[in-house]
């Protein structure tokens, strides 16, 4: 039986609704949206809370030729399925699949790609601004979570907007969550939105009595404009240039979309204010919109089950113990997020201790000027950050920590490929952004066990040190307890090729950086190279490096990060400066960028895989690898 969804297709075939269709048809797409992301995991809370909102600016704006701004835009799932893609949503995050996000490149409805919280504003505006350049009468609208508002970005571009007369509408999809609680002056502002309520109706009836006496009146006036600001939200917008308007309840399409309507008629910079509730219609996820926040497959009847305890650690587990155990040990460390507590493994931190754990908000920027002011005063910082957010920070990484060459170090959560995130997320770049910054060192762990050694010998240092590490679990090496630290800047010989007795330089040896030791070793038994855990990108052991030039014809460095300007290419530097000439392969991540699906794949795609790792070996330096290697290891034909 056909139900309203499966007759959308797009949002036109949603405007030829009547408006008493919307309220069952949002039943459905939410509906949809909970049976769907059960069956292929992904962000669920955030979508339930955006199913209204989704059908009212589709049903009131003319999209695509009106922009729709979808700031990170892990909310857009309803948007996804109502233009055109409910058919492939089984596909979502997938290899080949619909991104989890919105992708120009995927859709004309995707109108920018997002993913990076707190764009929308920038992006939409540009797009208003154009607009109003070429004569076109199109709408350009921006949604914003009151977490993405923290950032410094949100603020830069309403400062920017309020003056540029044009048609922009921001709308703030208040839900009070973002992944995790949102901190700080604004949402403290935020969260007085009742008592604006009571505030509205009050204002209003003392307006009504007092116009029968203007100079009472115009009294009041004044008065309200220093009151105002205390418990209502609108003034702070106002003073951007913003027509402030509402807040209204998000879910209501009664009152969503008569709203729209006249804000449609409206000229100038309009900001409307919504209100919304994460996981909306599914009491689990109301209950926990956290835990829901990205699950992976699960029974909507049941909801989430308590996994069993994981065979091994995740790095993210290895480095929020290390955090506890050190900051035990030693007082001066205090623990920094931008507002990725759960993900970057600080939840017990912050229980054992409350007053050096400091979650900063969605401000990479601050986060990491913040650490240095601290690291001024003689504390310890640890900035835990994933790899792609550091980005955001560079210039502070620059000037306020590396040019002070202060002692911070960052835990990069999420280094290489990332899996169902994508292009967006993966922290293929921190090698090459970090390396070239003078006073930074980088250590690559091989497994969970050195994962902590090296964040011990980081937070040793006198100067900053950023220590790289994936997603998930890495090899099942035993973590061993104590907060013992490996050298700085030494690496070891795992693997030694056989047949050296005669000191001649012979066959291959395989430089590895991180986690891409164990498939190298893989590669290895069957190629008879040598190996060689690296363990730190900078500084780089050029003594062991030496010795192995020494006694092999050819070198190959590998990486789960962008080959360009990597640790490759730090090898190759070195070996000029030291004189020696010698074939050198390159392997990591290639010019481009990887695509969202099963990390397993996304690697072996590269050649990152062992059977890919020897593939290029072999194609490369197939002569020498086949005089080099024992005979039972030769490949024949």
Not at 197 to 209: L, M
Not at 329 to 355: N, Q, W, Y
Not at 377 to 385: D, H, N, S
Not at 389 to 405: K, M
Request: overall charge neutral; charged content about 20%.
């Amino acid at each position: 039986m056909a139900t309203l969804l499966d007759t959308i297709n797009d949002p036109a075939d949603l405007r030829k609704l009547p408006r008493a269709q919307l309220k069952p048809l949002a039943e459905e797409l939410r509906a949809f949206v909970l049976d769907s992301v059960s069956r292929t995991g992904g962000h669920l809370s955030s979508n339930l809370g955006t199913v209204e909102l989704t059908i009212a600016l589709h049903y009131v704006f003319n999209t695509p030729y009106d922009r729709v701004v979808w700031d990170v835009g892990h909310q857009t799932y309803p948007h996804k399925i109502l233009t055109g893609r409910r058919e492939r949503m089984g596909t979502l995050r997938q290899l080949g699949g619909v991104s989890g996000f919105p992708v120009r490149s995927e859709s004309p409805y995707d109108n920018f790609g997002t993913a990076h919280s707190s764009t929308s504003i920038s992006a939409a505006l540009g797009m208003a601004m154009a607009a109003k350049q070429k004569g076109e009468d199109r709408k350009a609208i921006a949604i914003i979570g009151d977490g993405a508002m923290s950032a410094g970005m949100a603020f830069e571009a309403l400062n920017n907007a309020g003056v540029a007369e044009c048609d922009l509408l921001v709308i703030l999809n208040d839900n009070d969550m973002s992944i995790s609680p949102p901190v700080g002056a604004l949402n403290r502002y935020l969260a007085q939105l009742m008592s604006g309520q009571f505030y509205a109706a009050a204002k209003n009836v003392g307006k009504n009595v007092l116009k029968v006496a203007p100079p009472l009146f115009e009294l009041a006036r004044r008065l309200e404009e220093g009151a105002k600001g205390l418990v209502v939200p609108a003034t702070l917008f106002e003073k951007f240039g913003f027509n402030y308007i509402g807040p209204i309840d998000g879910h209501d399409l009664d009152s969503l979309i008569p709203t729209l309507e006249n804000i449609r008629q409206l000229k100038g910079p309009q900001f409307l204010h919504v209100v919304t509730k994460k996981g909306q219609g599914y009491k689990l996820a109301e209950a926990d919109p956290v835990a829901y926040h990205g699950p992976g497959k699960f029974d909507p009847a049941v909801g989430l089950t308590k996994p069993s305890a994981p065979s091994k650690p995740t790095f993210t587990q290895v480095f929020g113990q290390w955090l506890c155990d050190m900051a035990a040990h030693d007082a001066r460390l205090v623990g920094i997020t931008p507002a990725m507590r759960e993900g970057s493994g600080m939840v017990e931190f912050e229980k054992m201790f409350p007053t050096r754990y400091f979650d900063v908000g969605i401000a990479e920027q601050h986060a990491v000027t913040f650490a240095a002011g601290m690291a001024c005063e003689g504390m310890k910082p640890v900035v835990a950050i994933y790899s792609t957010f550091l980005q955001r920070g560079y210039d502070q990484l620059v000037h306020d920590v590396a040019l002070q060459n202060l002692p911070v170090v960052f835990a990069l959560d999420r280094a290489g490929i990332v899996g169902a995130d994508g292009p967006t997320h993966a922290g293929a770049y921190d090698i090459p952004y970090l390396r070239c910054i003078p006073n930074m060192g980088i250590a690559c762990p091989a497994d969970e066990n050195e994962c902590r050694k090296l964040l011990t010998a980081a937070f040793r240092q006198d100067h900053p040190v950023a220590v790289r590490y994936p997603r998930g679990a890495g090899a099942g090496v035993a973590v061993e307890p104590g907060l013992d630290a490996l050298p700085y800047g030494k690496g070891e010989i795992r693997r030694e090729r056989a047949g050296m007795a005669d000191g001649a330089p012979r066959g291959v040896a395989i430089l590895a950086f991180g986690t891409l030791l164990y498939p190298a070793l893989a590669a290895a038994e069957r190629l008879g190279a040598t190996v060689v855990n690296m363990r730190w990108a900078k500084p780089l052991d050029t003594e062991l490096l030496a010795q192995v030039a020494s006694r092999h014809e050819a070198l190959v460095t590998l990486e789960e990060g962008a080959v360009m300007g990597g640790a490759g290419s730090a090898v190759g530097e070195a070996l000029q400066a030291a004189g020696i000439v010698m074939p050198l392969l390159q392997l990591g991540l290639r010019d481009e960028f990887t695509p969202h699906g099963d990390p397993a794949r996304v690697l072996a795609m590269q050649g990152l895989d062992a059977a890919g790792i020897e593939a290029s070996i072999r194609t490369r330096f197939g002569e020498l690898v086949d005089r080099a290697a024992p005979p039972s290891l030769k490949v024949v034909g």
